[in-house]
Structure formats: C-alpha cells, structure tokens
C-alpha cells in the first residue's frame, strides 16, 4: 500500500500565478518531509524540506506546508516560471529509523504555461 | 564538483543477460541507494548502505544484488536481466547527520536500462 501519495498525475497553471501541488501520507512515523524536482533525462534534485516539529518552510519562492492531523503536506510555488515546469516528487522519511531511505509519491507533472 | 556519478547513462541487455551498474560519490556521504524509476510508479528503493560495509533490501529488491565497495562506491548487479526490470535506475548519497537521521538524497543522472 503506498505509504506517500501525490493524487494529481499533472497541474497546469499560468505563468505568474501559484502553483499547489499535494502529498498525502499514511505512515505517522513519518517525521521528515521533501519535495524533488525532475526534469527529463535528469536526476530528481532537491528542493525544499520540512521536518515535523514546523508547519511551514520557506525558501524564496517556494513554500512548503505541513498539517501532521491531516497528515498531508503541500508545495506552493509563488510566482510560477516556465522553468518550474517539470516532475515534483514528495517524499518522507523516519529520523531514527536507520539510512534506509526516503519513500517517494509518484510524482505531479507541473505545467507552467506562458 | 561531480556528486554522484553513474555509469553508463544507457544500456540494452538481453534476457537473461547480466550487468554491472556503477555508483560514485564524491560527497563523503556515510549512506548510499539505488532506486528505479517506472512510469506512474515514482522512485522504489532497491538497496541502500548505510555505511561501508553493510547493505539492506529496500521495497524491491529481488533480482538483484549490491556490493558497497568503499566509501565511494556503490554498485548494482542483475545476474540475469528480465524485461521487468526495464526501468531507469537513479543512485543517490545522502549525509547523516546523526545516527539514524539522515538528510536529503543527492541523486546521479540516471541510467536507463531496457532489456529486451
């Protein structure tokens, strides 16, 4: 059962505008969260992250939200460029747990258009 | 500054066939991983290294296998490759900053591998 879920395959938006991009999880042991970019035949890079003693982050125009009860976390991206067009991924991890990685969503492809 | 370097960037296999896939990192990061990357399936771990020495299945480690060479070195093996295993796999190196918890992951470019 996936333990990160991204229910939205893809999100077009306007240039200017806010993007939102969603990520819901189920594993309350989960106590550190990120968000990767991807663009094609690249690597995900990453992009901001918020551990679970916040409820929000902010790395200039990026902005990252947590509501730990509701158990889901959003990305706000204010305001959209043609080059924020690409995959974002959400991911968590448990601090405590051992290196065993991070567990990833499936991904929204974000669509800026001009 | 290089990161994590991956080689090769592409590779066709035949069924059955075997490979190598190669892993370095630059960073002097303790921990190491390989995921691959299906279309609507996200990133699924494979196998990661917590540390020289010791490796750990993650979600979807059948049909392969890893050694940690070093510090640096992190590699992926498929002993006999199947058209399941099409996919891009991508290795990633993180920092740990202290026991147990470790921060982002710094991920190589990928090689995409299609077995036929």
């Known amino acids: 059962d996936q333990q990160v879920k991204q229910n939205s395959p893809s999100l077009s938006v306007q240039e200017g505008r806010i993007s939102i991009l969603n990520c819901d999880y189920t594993?309350?042991?989960?106590?550190?969260f990120l968000w990767y970019k991807k663009y094609p035949a690249e690597g995900p890079t990453f992009l901001i992250s918020?551990?679970?003693?916040?409820d929000k982050n902010e790395d200039g125009r990026f902005t990252v939200f947590l509501n730990k009860s509701a158990k889901h976390l959003s990305l706000h991206i204010v305001p959209s460029q043609p080059g924020d067009s690409a995959v974002y991924f959400c991911a968590a991890s448990v601090s405590g747990g051992g290196a065993d990685g991070l567990t990833f969503g499936k991904g929204t492809h974000l669509i800026i258009q001009p | 500054n290089a990161g994590v370097t991956q080689t090769p960037k592409f590779q066709v296999l035949k069924t059955g066939q075997s490979m190598t896939l190669q892993c370095a990192q630059d960073m002097n990061h303790n921990s190491m991983y390989w995921y691959r990357q299906d279309p609507g399936m996200g990133l699924r771990l494979i196998y990661y290294s917590a540390s020289e020495g010791t490796t750990d299945k993650g979600e979807v480690p059948n049909g392969y296998n890893v050694s940690r060479l070093n510090k640096r070195e992190f590699s992926l093996r498929l002993e006999s490759a199947a058209p399941s295993q099409t996919s891009v796999y991508f290795c990633?190196?993180?920092?740990?900053?202290?026991?147990?918890?470790?921060?982002?992951?710094?991920f190589g470019q990928g090689t995409r591998l299609t077995v036929v």
């Open positions: 594993n309350s042991m989960f106590d550190y």
């Open positions: 990633a190196s993180s920092e740990e900053l202290y026991w147990g918890y470790v921060t982002e992951a710094f």
């Open positions: 918020i551990s679970s003693i916040k």
